[in-house]
């Protein structure tokens, strides 16, 4: 047979279960410590991880971007190799009778600086050759302006006439009729060998 609670009965349950809310609240918080002490952890770790990797992933983009550097200065010079050879004979069945070829030439004046990836020359005439792997309308432009500035930097050709020409493996759909339209030479690859595109009527303009 129950008997009814009393008083110290209910106060017992109320301090017990007192009791137990302060445990769990106690393990709640130890819990709650615990996890973001691991999330800490973990945010750490994942940190340091993406740190790594941004690392290994900034040097390998440099090492990229160096080696892809040192290949187009090559592949520049390839370029320029492939048509140097054939440039005097090219322009002499053209009527320009030079005889010298010179690469890269630069001249600095007064801070401003030019360089002509092939300069074919003699003492009357000088052809200036811009040299792309890939020629695009933009690059005929900068042409066109080097060339305007050619005999300020270069005076020694001062009195020669002066030619324009530019040179690509693969050209622009749209570059090869600008720069004819602007009295440039065109050169294009021909298979093993390299040509002037423009046709036996084209009309240089000179500087």
Not at 8 to 23: C, F, G, K, L, T
């Amino acid at each position: 047979m129950t008997h009814a609670a009393t008083f110290e009965d209910v106060w017992a349950m109320i301090r017990e279960n007192a009791v137990q809310q302060r445990e769990n609240a106690a393990q709640m918080r130890e819990m709650n410590e615990e996890t973001n002490r691991k999330i800490r952890e973990m945010n750490e770790e994942t940190d340091r991880k993406i740190r790594e990797v941004s690392e290994a992933t900034d040097k390998k983009i440099k090492e990229v971007s160096t080696l892809v550097g040192n290949l187009g200065g090559r592949w520049g010079e390839f370029v320029e190799g492939l048509i140097a050879p054939s440039c005097i004979a090219m322009f002499t069945e053209r009527g320009i009778q030079v005889d010298e070829v010179y690469s890269r030439v630069k001249k600095t004046i007064a801070g401003e600086r030019r360089e002509i990836d092939l300069l074919v020359a003699n003492t009357v005439a000088a052809v200036l050759v811009e040299v792309k792997s890939e020629l695009q309308v933009e690059d005929v432009r900068i042409h066109l302006k080097r060339l305007q500035r050619f005999k300020s930097f270069f005076p020694r050709y001062a009195a020669c006439q002066v030619y324009g020409a530019v040179a690509g493996i693969v050209i622009d759909s749209s570059a090869d009729q600008f720069a004819i339209n602007q009295g440039l030479f065109v050169i294009a690859q021909s298979g093993d060998t390299v040509h002037i595109a423009n046709d036996a009527a084209f009309v240089p303009r000179t500087w």
